[in-house]
């Protein structure tokens, strides 16, 4: 039991941390992105210069918007997963997903704009999209009982 409960808890915190980190690279790539639409040139050391800020620098907000996102969608897709165990991946996947999703679309509905300058179009909700399943793909892969074979 306790040995569950780590192994859930440690995937949650990994699951977690790469959504935050793939998420916040695009944001930066697409704020980037934006930049050079007005026909400035980006070296690819500032594109790592604004990555590695971006990471370092929104986890005070963005970092836990991402886990309160997790702690709703993993807990729906267990109890999903429950019922259809042969859907687990497909369902942490689109968990991790569709919590990232929804973040950026509450925050717009509730605030009015989307303060996330990419998420404002397609492709960058796109991209969180991607960030959340890739989280969500991390906990399915580490969350797993292992078996032990001989």
Do not use: C
């Not at 790469?18 to 040139?41: C, K, P, R, T, V």
């Not at 859907?87 to 919590?99: D, E, F, P, S, T």
């Amino acid at each position: 039991m306790l040995n569950t409960a780590i192994r859930i808890t440690g995937s949650f915190i990994a699951a977690v941390l790469a959504a935050y980190i793939l998420g916040a690279i695009f944001i930066s790539q697409g704020n980037i992105a934006s930049i050079i639409a007005m026909e400035f040139d980006v070296t690819l050391a500032q594109r790592f210069g604004a990555a590695i800020h971006d990471v370092t620098h929104m986890t005070d907000i963005y970092l836990p918007i991402i886990a309160i996102s997790y702690l709703i969608a993993m807990p729906i897709a267990a109890l999903v997963i429950k019922y259809v165990p042969n859907l687990r991946l497909i369902g942490y996947v689109l968990a991790g997903a569709a919590g990232l999703l929804a973040i950026h679309l509450i925050m717009k509905m509730v605030l009015g704009f989307s303060g996330i300058a990419p998420t404002r179009t397609f492709i960058g909700l796109l991209a969180q999209a991607i960030a959340g399943g890739a989280g969500g793909y991390l906990f399915h892969r580490l969350s797993m009982k292992r078996t032990v074979t001989d």
